[in-house]
């Protein structure tokens, strides 16, 4: 059974969303894309797209700052998802608002392939997310 501190804690961190830190238009817009483009887009390009999402939300958080002392906050997860390097660490501190998204959206951010393998939008775009300034040909 829980405590009240932990449901507060467990309701808290699941009612993170985007729309907080980028703004209701902007994420109507992400819910829209998500809606047209992943029912038949391909996982490795829409990893991409997701995480340039949470890149421009990383970068609006980081230029707003007003959540600064509230570590708990999305905007104080998303600064600090940029200073990580593991997809890992990416995901306990985005994945709730990502899990967000992808439900106000109401598309299945979870795949399995044609051999029966599951596989993840959301895992393979933590990995874009970190490697986003990435140039490996220099």
């Known amino acids: 059974m829980k405590t009240?501190?932990?449901?507060?804690?467990?309701?808290?961190?699941?009612?993170?969303?985007?729309?907080a830190v980028v703004g209701a238009d902007t994420y109507a817009m992400w819910v829209?894309?998500?809606?047209?483009?992943?029912?038949?887009g391909r996982t490795h390009r829409l990893s991409v797209v997701l995480a340039g999402m949470l890149q421009y939300a990383a970068s609006?958080?980081?230029?707003?700052?007003?959540?600064?002392g509230d570590a708990s906050s999305l905007a104080s997860s998303l600064i600090q998802a940029t200073e990580v390097g593991d997809p890992s660490e990416v995901e306990e501190l985005l994945h709730d608002a990502v899990v967000h998204l992808f439900k106000d959206a109401k598309v299945p951010f979870e795949r399995t392939s044609a051999r029966g393998t599951k596989y993840s939008i959301a895992d393979e775009a933590y990995g874009e997310f970190i490697h986003w300034y990435d140039m490996p040909w220099e």
């Open 60 to 68: 609006i958080a980081a230029a707003d700052r007003k959540d600064e």
């Open 4 to 19: 009240q501190k932990q449901k507060r804690a467990t309701t808290q961190k699941t009612s993170r969303s985007l729309d």
């Open 32 to 40: 829209r894309m998500l809606q047209e483009l992943v029912p038949h």
